[in-house]
């Protein structure tokens, strides 16, 4: 039998509404749950007793209890664990030919914290709640029951686990080091899963880098934020004339000229290590112009607090991008913060394209692909946006 966690009188609406997050004042808190060990498997009940599932609790986040089974006391164990995990690849395998996708996306999977990117037979796995930290062994389990994958890296990292209260850190649980392979829109890719960003590639770009590889074919593209050429590598592949790639990282460029390189492109792909501001600032001075301007940057918006300073660094990355683009070229703006909504994100591009003089069309409005479901009750977890637009 699991700890029992009781809602407060009325505070149960949310959960039997469909919504997988229970918050600390939600709660009868007691020092008994109090003193749960963080990710303890526990009985959610409201205030009559009614018993309303299984959760993973932690009392030490504002997200104390996420949701898991509308079974309570249900074990979960590697057989439970497999079970999702199945369900979550058939889906990715209705989805796409090739085994390069994100197989599971957190709550949205109904495996709460949880993320994990598929590279062939090789994954990565985030941990970024205390439950699923606590299930890493049957995890493991059941991963290697269902994939029999050659390498498992755990990408333990993540800022969510600092709000959890756990330790942070990668390691290889399964398997060795080194760059691993995966193909994306027809394009051979190498990333690094221990060193390089997040999970070692964004797979949640590959329908807009398929998008804006067709607009870019004969011609010139700027990607400002590169990390290792998703974008710019890709239009290089579909025929782009020139491809510059800007990142700060030195690493991630090298990796990017190889990638170049084994793709047979290297002739018409120069990577550049540079901050974006100032590279897009050196270039619009030196009356540089190109037919397609790609702005993809980390999150500008990492909490709620930083949200004014983030909305006005996307403003000024749409004014100093579309400075770069020719007529009736091509301005590429994203963002995957999610603490920025998407109305506010789109006001901000344009003010920055005023400031810059420009106007124009917006020909798609995008998030992730559909290898990142969204919860139907947990619109915060569509944390990507991006506008494609053509300017005059």
Known sequence: MHPTVTLATGRDKRLRGGHPWVYANEVQMTPALKELPPGSLVTLADARGEKLGTALFNAKPLI??????????????????????????????????????????????????????????????????????????????????LLKPSRIVLRNDSPARTLEGLETGIRAAVGGEGPIELMENGTRFRCDPLGGQKTGWFYDQRDNRAFLAKLAQGKRLIDVYAYIGGFGIEAAVAGA?????????????????????????????????????????????????????????????????????????????????????????????????????????????????????????????????????????????AYLKSLTLQLD
Not at 281 to 291: G, M, Y
């Open 241 to 381: 004339a020139e491809v510059t790639l800007v990142d700060r990282s030195k690493p991630a460029m090298e990796l990017a000229a190889e990638t170049a390189a084994l793709n047979g492109v290297a002739d018409r792909v120069t990577a550049e290590a540079g901050d974006a501001f100032e590279t897009l600032e050196k270039l619009a001075s030196a009356k540089q112009r190109f037919d397609v301007v790609v702005c993809d940057p980390p999150a500008f918006v990492k909490s709620k607090k930083d949200l004014a300073a983030g909305l006005r660094a996307y403003q000024k990355m749409a004014r100093l991008g579309a400075a770069l683009v020719a007529p009736g070229g091509i301005l590429f703006a994203a963002s995957c913060s999610h603490n920025a909504p998407e109305e506010e994100f789109a006001k901000q591009i344009g003010i920055g394209l005023a400031k810059a003089g420009r106007s124009g069309r917006i020909l798609r409005q995008a998030g992730a692909g559909p290898d990142h479901p969204v919860h139907p009750f947990l619109r915060e977890s």
């Open 64 to 145: 104390v209890a996420r949701f898991l089974d509308a079974r309570p006391n249900l074990a979960i164990d590697a057989g439970f664990l497999r079970t999702r995990l199945a369900a979550a690849l058939e889906l990715r395998e209705r989805l796409f030919a090739e085994p390069y996708y994100r197989l599971v996306h957190a709550e949205a999977d109904r495996l709460p914290g949880l993320v994990i990117d598929r590279f062939g037979d090789a994954l990565t796995v985030q941990l970024n709640s205390a439950g699923m930290d606590r299930l890493e062994a049957p995890l493991l389990e059941a991963l290697t029951d």
